[in-house]
């Protein structure tokens, strides 16, 4: 498999894949399969990605939406390549053994982000299901090149620990930890080009500590 060749830009990358396993119960497959969906952006001057899904295949795509069928229960390591600018885990189902199809978020645990990605623009936002699985666990340091974290964990109650350390690429945070109700540990200094931060911390009712002094090129703070 040839890996796609783009001109990199923006800081010297250290981390190439943005990875996560996602956690699949015998109960997701009954039905034969359990599918799950994302939606992947290219970095200008790429003409494709790759992912891992990891259960033995591997892919190289210039679509915008992929899916892949597990077909077993267990955990699966997932490789998103470097040339994606971008990516959301955008739905999953499986399918009852009556032959119905129905939405389903398996547990996620985060790994780590590609420090190619340029935005995580709602990348995990809502992956929440009642039986207290969807994405699980601690937060991981942000990308390097990320510069948009609008609403990327928004809605997801099960994420727990302190919040990372916003960048100095970080524009954009609207959103970010919306209604994440059981984050902790005391708020980060804003990083310093940080101009959107409308509703970023919104029913985070576990967060300690004094608000920092708002970023200086700060627009808007709702």
């Known amino acids: 498999m040839v890996v796609a060749k783009c001109q990199l830009y923006g800081v010297k990358p250290i981390i190439k894949e943005s990875v996560f396993d996602i956690v699949i119960d015998p109960t997701d497959v009954l039905g034969g399969f359990f599918q799950l969906h994302l939606k992947v952006g290219l970095r200008k001057g790429c003409s494709s990605y790759t992912i891992d899904w990891g259960d033995g295949v591997k892919v190289?795509?210039?679509?915008?939406?992929?899916?892949?069928?597990?077909?077993?229960?267990?955990?699966?390591?997932?490789?998103?390549?470097?040339?994606?600018?971008?990516?959301?885990?955008?739905?999953?189902?499986?399918?009852?053994?009556?032959?119905?199809?129905?939405?389903?978020?398996?547990?996620?645990?985060?790994?780590?982000?590609?420090?190619?990605?340029?935005?995580a623009d709602g990348t995990f936002c809502g992956w929440n299901y009642p039986d207290d699985r969807g994405v699980v666990g601690s937060l991981i340091e942000w990308g390097k090149s990320i510069e948009k974290t609008f609403c990327c964990y928004q809605f997801l109650p099960n994420l727990t620990g302190s919040v990372p350390p916003w960048t100095e690429a970080i524009v954009d945070a609207t959103g970010t930890y919306d209604e994440c109700s059981n984050r902790s540990g005391f708020l980060p200094t804003w990083g310093p080009n940080i101009e959107e931060v409308t509703?970023?911390?919104?029913?985070?009712?576990?967060?300690?500590?004094?608000?920092?002094?708002?970023?200086?090129?700060?627009?808007?703070?709702?």
């Open 199 to 222: 509703q970023c911390f919104k029913g985070c009712s576990n967060i300690k500590g004094e608000f920092k002094p708002w970023p200086q090129k700060c627009r808007s703070l709702d």
């Open 60 to 119: 190289e795509s210039s679509s915008y939406d992929i899916r892949h069928n597990y077909t077993k229960s267990g955990t699966y390591t997932v490789r998103v390549g470097e040339t994606a600018r971008w990516w959301r885990l955008y739905e999953g189902y499986a399918v009852r053994s009556d032959g119905r199809a129905f939405s389903l978020c398996p547990t996620v645990h985060l790994k780590c982000w590609s420090d190619y990605l340029e935005s």
